[in-house]
């Protein structure tokens, strides 16, 4: 059965490039079942028949131009492994055949996924992926706007000690108490702690969406594309945010001690990783696209 689907797909897909249909099967009725047991647990679209149809990740008579059969075809999904090539066959003959309604009965396992259980209250898994990650990015973005304040803050309060007091620029010593002092204080440490508490919530989403997000990969085709620019993305930003939150750990104590020279030389840094990291995170999701949904 495997070499005969192997040969059925090759010779489809020849056919399909010299313009000539692919033969129909008597069992391509079964192929919304396939979505629905292979892709319905990540994606809200493979639990019916109209899903998939309204979802656009089909289209109906061109498989060269239906996202999902791409990803199907080329194993990147689902990601618990590729599908077998009779079912890939299959599929392919449905979306040529103009992907028909299947007779009653026919769909198989689509009534139960369409009545499957949602995704910790969100339409299946995928919709809670894109939802933590627009949330971490926003809370982090948030968090680096208080910590900016602060920043500021303090250090107007810092400097303008400094200069009543006729200290030179880089007399640090001669600052260390009343930086302590200002760090100490009741509205700073509000903002710190309002700054911290933006933090692990934005983190706490974060987790999620690499949790959900881990579950998502599978291979991916050779060459530039959004999903692989997106992955790499998310790399790029877990990095940063461990350099960060090691930056971030070291600056609080500088501060505490009221060590200006280590605090100064520390604060571009962060602040830089502070903006690249929701920036990066934001971007990473402005760039898929979620008509496709895959």
């Not at 059925?8 to 079964?30: E, K, Y």
Request: aromatic share 8%; glycine share 12%.
């Amino acid at each position: 059965m495997g070499l005969a689907a192997t040969l059925f797909l090759a010779s489809g897909t020849c056919l399909f490039a010299q313009g000539t249909a692919i033969p129909t099967r008597p069992d391509i009725g079964r192929a919304p079942a396939l979505f629905a047991a292979n892709c319905s647990s990540c994606h809200d679209w493979a639990k019916s028949y109209e899903g998939i149809i309204e979802s656009g990740v089909i289209v109906p008579g061109k498989s060269e131009e239906s996202p999902a059969w791409l990803a199907l075809s080329q194993d990147v999904m689902p990601p618990t492994g590729p599908l077998g090539e009779d079912d890939k066959a299959l599929i392919m003959a449905w979306i040529q055949a103009g992907a028909p309604r299947p007779a009653t009965g026919e769909a198989g396992g689509s009534a139960a996924a369409r009545t499957s259980a949602s995704f910790l209250g969100f339409a299946d898994k995928q919709a809670f992926h894109r939802f933590s990650g627009w949330a971490s990015g926003g809370l982090l973005l948030a968090a680096g706007v208080v910590g900016a304040v602060h920043a500021y803050d303090m250090m107007s309060t810092a400097h303008d000690y400094r200069d009543s007091h006729g200290i030179e620029e880089f007399s640090a010593s001669s600052c260390d108490p009343e930086i302590a002092l200002v760090w100490n204080s009741g509205a700073e440490q509000a903002l710190r702690w309002t700054h911290v508490g933006l933090l692990a919530a934005g983190e706490s989403f974060y987790l999620a969406n690499a949790v959900t997000g881990t579950s998502f990969m599978g291979k991916l085709p050779s060459g530039w594309s959004k999903a692989k620019i997106h992955r790499y993305a998310f790399f790029i930003h877990g990095g940063l945010m461990l350099a960060e939150g090691v930056l971030g750990f070291v600056s609080s104590d500088a501060l505490r001690r009221g060590d200006h020279d280590t605090f100064h030389n520390l604060l571009i840094a962060h602040a830089g990783l502070g903006i690249a990291i929701p920036v990066i995170i934001l971007g990473a999701g402005t760039i898929m696209d979620p008509g496709l949904k895959l």
